[in-house]
């Protein structure tokens, strides 16, 4: 039967590897709830060198290769033109990523239950609605207006506007409760996307540093960090672990009395969430404790099992670390961009042509050029002018001198 544990440090020493364990067991059979930002491609993609954009283009060609039939057929066409979009590669970038966001929620939907009725009016699913709303209205905007720099530059801040409203009534909808897996990784992404989207606002307005996004990715950074505990309460009523025996299941043994039905022979974890189970049998468990084998693992209630295992998904090597992580990260890469320009103004030129700033510049300078050449020609010339003058003044002084000397000559003679 094993022996008692001798203090409670054992006891916690011995639920941190079965919570492991189970995790990892978890983690195998994908019971594990998805919680990653859906498009990893939050300031990553700021710079424009031929490698950046080669890498966003076989991402965008992944996706399109990925979401198949998924998607409406407008969206496959518009990664399909995305993929060769390499003039503009931020434009490009955060439009991949929106487009993967609302693909992500409208398949993540067609999965839920078909029990499940329509989305009550302030609830989360209702805002997760929402959000893919005011995305799905970016996307089209930014297909009618992808020339108009005035104009998109008016449809962004619109919808920035909607957008950051709609996260933060979803987070008040998490906050109050309603805190699935579903709604809190697209609020992450959501997050993410705003973030993104006012770094391109600011390039767009030309400004230097993307304050604003900084301190958007600010504020989400806190709400995470409030939302992470009302999560954790909804993880304790979708998890549940029960003891084998014997190929029977009991559940919630009670702490100090050995059941009769016999010596438990392993746990079964569902989560009612993600629709998974996994058993992990006695002879594993005993094996990953090692030494600790003596102990008495049937002491370990199903309640104290389950705590277990919600402890490792939200310690610091879980998914909600990686997904605080992503923030901060963000935030790092944040503190040192400086915006550029992803819309050069552009400028008349000529026989109607239309130059660039960057194109302007360059004509500038070798305007420049050519002035300076001519200002030197003309400084030649104008030098030459002078000593020309100056050797025309010698000569006719000479010549004044020479008339005067013969002038004197002549008087002495005939006096």
């Known amino acids: 039967m094993g022996q008692l544990f001798s203090s409670q440090e054992e006891l916690s020493q011995v639920e941190k590897v079965i919570g492991s364990l189970i995790y990892n067991a978890m983690l195998k059979d994908s019971a594990v709830p998805e919680l990653k930002v859906v498009h990893p491609l939050l300031l990553a993609n700021q710079a424009e060198s031929p490698e950046s954009r080669a890498y966003l283009q076989k991402q965008l060609q992944e996706l399109q290769s990925n979401i198949g039939n998924k998607a409406p057929t407008y969206l496959r066409d518009l990664i399909g033109k995305l993929s060769t979009f390499s003039d ?8 991949g990523f929106v487009v993967t966001v609302v693909v992500d929620m409208a398949y993540s939907s067609t999965k839920r239950s078909s029990g499940v009725k329509g989305k009550s009016v302030g609830s989360s699913s209702q805002r997760v609605w929402e959000l893919q709303e005011v995305m799905e209205e970016y996307l089209k905007r930014v ?16 919808l920035e506007a909607q957008l950051s409203l709609i996260l933060t009534q979803l987070k008040t909808c998490l906050l109050g409760g309603d805190c699935d897996s579903r709604s809190l990784r697209h609020w992450a992404s959501g997050a993410a996307f705003h973030t993104q989207m006012l770094v391109h606002l600011a390039c767009l307005e030309g400004q230097i540093e993307p304050l604003s996004a900084r301190a958007a990715l600010e504020q989400y950074k806190e709400d995470l960090t409030q939302i992470i505990p009302a999560y954790r309460r909804y993880k304790s009523n979708t998890v549940c672990v029960v003891k084998c025996r014997g190929g029977s299941l009991v559940s919630h043994d009670p702490p100090s009395e050995m059941p009769e039905e016999g010596f438990m022979t392993g746990l079964t974890v569902t989560d009612r969430e993600t629709g998974k189970s996994v058993t992990i049998p006695l002879s594993a468990m005993e094996t990953e404790m090692g030494n600790s084998t003596s102990f008495n693992l049937d002491l370990i209630t199903s309640d104290q099992y389950t705590q277990a295992y919600l402890d490792r998904l939200f310690s610091d090597k879980g998914p909600l670390a990686e997904l605080e992580d992503y923030f901060l990260k963000a935030r790092d890469n944040l503190r040192t961009l400086k915006t550029k320009s992803a819309y050069p103004n552009k400028t008349e030129v000529g026989d109607g042509m239309v130059q660039s700033d960057g194109q302007k510049d360059q004509t500038q300078r070798e305007n ?3 002035e300076k050449k001519e200002a030197t020609r003309r400084r030649g010339e104008m030098e030459e002018c002078k000593e020309r003058a100056d050797d025309l003044k010698l000569s006719i002084v000479e010549t004044q001198q020479d008339e005067s000397l013969s002038h004197s000559l002549d008087t002495s003679t005939n006096t």
């Open 368 to 370: 420049g050029v050519e």
């Open 143 to 158: 297909r009618i207006n992808l020339n108009d720099k005035s104009k998109l530059i008016q449809d962004s801040i619109r």
């Open 88 to 95: 503009e590669p931020r434009i490009a970038g955060l439009v």
